[in-house]
């Protein structure tokens, strides 16, 4: 079976796993994000392996019991041998811009309907079909209609699987649900492997055809038609409970001409700076996720993604794109809250010499959904941002509130305006139905409103199950008959949230264009200001994360310590590493990673901290994208800032 829930964790775990849902049922995702968080499960990909969620329930219904058996029925579907796992129909009506729904799978709102269902059969614990279907207005879409066999170490899916490579929960600028799904064989495994929860996704995918593949081959120069190819790799650790790392690649080619072999993919895939890179577009990133255990555990994330190589080695990233965000999954009267933003540099999902259309698929991209709203074509750098709330009234039912916003750079060209979105939807349970609809309005990136409501009916029955004594027995592990408010004791003595005030200390190398002199400026000062938060992961090593604010040379930098070590020597001396990226506001945004080492004082004063660290910020890149950049062979500024902080943490 899909999931035995009530088999033991070893049994449950041979075979083949489902996949939730991936943006399809919105409200129900939103309830399985809260439990992973509140079960300490810091994912870093999506769709969710039925199994996994199933593993997080326990924990979850530790802090919260309600959340917890929501959840726990609606994974009932998954535990037979057959059964429709989800059914949805919606009804809409649109007035002004035909915008395309974020992640919606290329659907826009012009679509008076949606309708999506999936079912599976199983006839063994190490085999599974899955049929779905999306169907809206001018597109009928097999998603979710796959093969699935293995089992928890590696389990291949041949067929309509969607992908997500982010711990964002809103957008990623790898693959996403953007466009409509390609068709893939895609190997991974659902079970981390070894203490260091090691895991992988590979995938290979059929892009939509182009009759746009510039290949100047066989003595033409001519434009040619074909399906480029898209492959994709996720590695992801978890060495402690509640942070994993990751970093993820994609690469496009083949098509039209263009070389396809596996020889070909594999040279590229491992020289992603060789002489080949005029033959493909490439993207990579990395990302890390930690879960904060305060009284309500929240999570914290960020991803650096690039789509070429910087001087240096081919671990800089180029074209980069930074992404964070927070996630409480319960506040204040049984409310919870996600921030979300993204900004990116130039050139994604434009052209890139031989696919003129870019990394799309039906002329969507295949990442950010913010990047639908440009001219088509255009690889203006942008900012998105996502404000969510959350609310479980007293009368029953979900209630989530959502803000979107975008906007573009403008260097010269189009004169884009800013794209807003509010959205409210509401959904309840209601026999065996959830009952809902939406209301969506705001204006897009060229000036224009639009507004659209939406209601829909989803239905998900139990099947059928080869034990008629598993159907009879309760689903999944027993939780506890009292539900804590809180988290366990020792995760409350684990954490630690601090506020960091001082003084910065700095001088920047300038490197503008090759053949111009490299300049060093003088000595700077400023203040220091940084908040974050960290986790004891063992007796004497804590781990976090933290943002920080300094001004540079006159100018903003921000940087964000993905990774934030650090070892207790004793009762008051501490060293600390750290890694992460730095956003340098210059006339378009700098970006590059950043690393470092210092020490500390712990309890100089009850519940202060003093520190000392120093900060390198390796070839901070900025594009030549404005009419006043210095031009040259090289499209490219480059900055290295090296950093003195003083400073004293505030911990609560």
Request: aromatic share 12%.
């Amino acid at each position: 079976m899909i999931v035995a829930t009530s088999a033991p964790q070893d049994a449950r775990a041979a075979g083949v796993s489902g996949y939730l849902p991936l943006n399809i049922e919105p409200e129900m995702e939103r309830q399985v994000e809260r439990v992973l968080i509140l079960a300490d499960e810091p994912v870093l990909k999506r769709p969710f392996a039925v199994a996994l969620v199933l593993d997080a329930l326990p924990k979850a219904c530790e802090r919260d019991k309600p959340l917890c058996e929501r959840v726990r029925r609606y994974l009932d579907r998954y535990s037979r041998d057959y059964a429709v796992t989800y059914a949805s129909v919606a009804g809409a009506a649109n007035r002004g811009a035909d915008v395309t729904l974020p992640n919606s799978y290329g659907m826009p709102a012009a679509s008076h309907y949606d309708v999506a269902a999936q079912g599976f059969v199983q006839p063994s614990d190490y085999f599974l079909v899955s049929a779905g279907v999306d169907a809206y207005q001018g597109r009928t879409l097999p998603t979710g209609s796959m093969m699935s066999m293995g089992f928890n170490g590696a389990q291949l899916d041949i067929g309509y699987r969607p992908h997500w490579f982010s711990p964002m929960t809103d957008s990623t600028m790898l693959i996403s649900t953007e466009a409509p799904t390609m068709p893939s064989a895609t190997l991974s495994n659902y079970e981390p492997l070894t203490s260091w929860g090691f895991q992988y996704e590979v995938f290979l995918a059929r892009m939509s055809s182009t009759d746009r593949i510039a290949f100047q081959g066989q003595g033409t120069s001519e434009l040619s038609r074909g399906n480029p190819h898209l492959f994709g790799t996720q590695l992801t650790f978890e060495p402690v409970s509640g942070w994993s790392i990751g970093v993820n690649r994609q690469l496009q080619y083949g098509g039209g001409g263009l070389p396809d072999s596996a020889h070909f993919l594999l040279n590229d895939f491992l020289h992603p700076a060789g002489t080949n890179q005029t033959l493909n577009k490439q993207q990579a990133s990395y990302m890390s996720r930690v879960i904060i255990p305060a009284s309500t555990p929240f999570a914290v994330y960020a991803q650096y993604s690039g789509q070429n190589t910087l001087n240096g080695g081919s671990y800089l990233l180029g074209e980069s794109a930074l992404a964070m965000g927070i996630d409480f999954p319960r506040l204040w009267r049984n409310f919870d809250l996600t921030y979300e933003i993204t900004e990116w540099q130039n050139g994604w999902y434009a052209s890139n010499g031989v696919f003129l259309d870019g990394m799309t698929q039906n002329r969507l991209p295949t990442g950010q959904w913010a990047a639908s709203e440009r001219l088509f074509g255009d690889g203006v750098g942008a900012r998105a941002q996502m404000l969510r709330l959350g609310w479980e009234p007293p009368f029953g039912g979900y209630l989530e509130g959502r803000v979107r916003t975008v906007a573009n750079q403008v260097y010269g060209q189009y004169p884009y305006t800013h794209y807003v979105e509010i959205m409210t939807r509401y959904s309840r349970p209601w026999k065996d139905l959830t009952v809902g609809g939406e209301v969506a309005a705001g204006h897009d990136a060229f000036g224009q409103s639009f507004s659209r409501i939406n209601g829909f009916v989803r239905y998900g029955r139990d099947g059928h199950d080869r034990s008629a004594e598993a159907a009879d027995e309760p689903a999944g592990d027993s939780a506890p008959d009292e539900a804590s408010s809180s988290a366990p004791e020792e995760d409350r003595r684990a954490l630690e949230l601090f506020v960091d005030m001082g003084v910065n200390v700095d001088k920047v190398r300038t490197d503008l264009e090759k053949g111009l002199p490299t300049t060093w400026s003088g000595v700077g000062a400023s203040p220091h200001l940084a908040v974050g938060g960290r986790r004891a992961v063992s007796t004497w090593n804590d781990l976090g994360a933290r943002i920080e604010f300094d001004e540079v040379q006159g100018h903003s930098l921000i940087g964000v310590r993905a990774l934030d070590f650090r070892h207790r020597m004793n009762e008051h001396f501490a060293i600390n590493l750290f890694a992460g990226v730095d956003r340098y506001d210059l006339a378009t945004p700098a970006y590059s990673i950043d690393f470092g080492a210092g020490v500390a004082w712990r309890d100089i004063l009850p519940k202060w901290d003093l520190n000392f660290d120093l900060r390198h910020g390796q070839n901070v890149a900025r594009n030549h994208v404005l009419p006043t950049d210095v031009q040259g062979v090289r499209p490219d500024s480059f900055y290295k800032i090296e950093q003195m902080l003083l400073y004293l943490s505030r911990k609560f």
